[in-house]
């Protein structure tokens, strides 16, 4: 099936990619709030390692493969590499998690960050839960998001937070080093779930060459990718993997919560994380794309939702303002998707109320074969969704992205 995003301009896919990127991003904003509240501290930064651990190693590889810059052999890829999948992870959105980049040769390089979103949302909570994830999480899952170009990848800080003086700049450095004499890093045990789903192996419409625009991510790395550079066919591929990353990420939250609590437990947490989430992008996508405030808006957010996407992925039909949803890949794994239908509104209620709070959801057919809703408008306006609220507490809901310069980086 082709990507619903084949029909933006190139113009409007070279905005929405970054916002895609972001959104993934947070995710774990929304998430995260119900892990501290079912588990406490310490379990939600065992959720967020084993989460991320899992599902980036296997992402990083597809974007890779994607656009051509997955090394010759595999494993033994250069911090050149490592550097690229970052700019295209959603671990780390361009400016709101501003990676800075220095390469001194292929093995050895490093990065700091002058903008830390992550930080801003977490710096207030206090110490302790900024040493959760600048130590805790991010020691073993860099580490695992190294392992997918080299095992042999250490990635180790120079200094991060908590911040000593309190306003500290960059936030944090860190080295990244190939050598031979590390020993090899092992996935952890999500990773093999993770890889045992059917998003993990999900074939996309390859780039096609020649339409114009940069068509791979060959040659040097770049400070900053200008996605208005990329061509159509890049752009739409790259905006349909990081959707996909959005569920990988998705499926290996649910295994690590499904190892803490009973299973209607753990859905209750997965389903206020797609609601919270549903609604912060369905907010973005509408005004990255200047869509209209109206039922017609909705369902044109529907379509291009991360939750509906890739089409590959999840069989839906969008007509008029009626969604269709088919059985599929995305519900055979557990994805999103799994978490919607005519049992559970409300992540869809979120969705088209952040384009306009009179608008809903009404189901009109639920079988076998599938299941439809239709957007409709009530007289009255809804109030936001405890879940979206929770996630809006993130500076990430409101963040600008500026325009920026694809400048070559040299080594030092």
Known sequence: MSSRYADLTREQLAALVPELLLIGQLIDRSGMAWCIQAFGREGMAQVAIEEWAGASPVYTRRMQRALGYAPEVEGEGDVVTIFKGLQLDIGAPPQFMDFRYTVEDRWR?????????????????????????????????????????????????????PRLPADRHPHCAWTVVIHPAHPPVEPLPAYAHVMATEAASLELDPVVPGGGGRDDYT???????????????????????????MHLLHLSFTHAVGARAEADAAREICVKQLTGIAGIAAERVRRCLDLPRDAAGAARVLALHPLLNPAAYVDATVEGTALTVRPDAAARDGAWISLCGPGELGPLRALVRAVDPHLDVETTSDGPDGWSVLVVRREEAAPEAGEVAVTRFSTGSSFAFEPRRSLPITPV
Not at 142 to 155: E, I, L, M
Request: aromatic share 6%; proline share 9%; net charge negative.
């Open 109 to 161: 390089g490093g990065f700091h960050l002058d903008h830390c979103g992550a930080l801003m949302d977490v710096e207030p909570m206090g110490p302790d839960y900024v040493r959760s994830m600048c130590h805790d999480i991010e020691d073993p899952t860099f580490d695992a998001t190294a392992v997918a170009t080299n095992p042999r990848a250490q990635v180790r800080p120079v200094h991060r937070p």
């Open 219 to 245: 040659g040097p790395l770049l400070a900053d990718l200008d996605f208005s550079e990329w061509s159509h066919s890049a752009l739409v591929r790259i905006a349909d993997e990081v959707c996909l990353q």
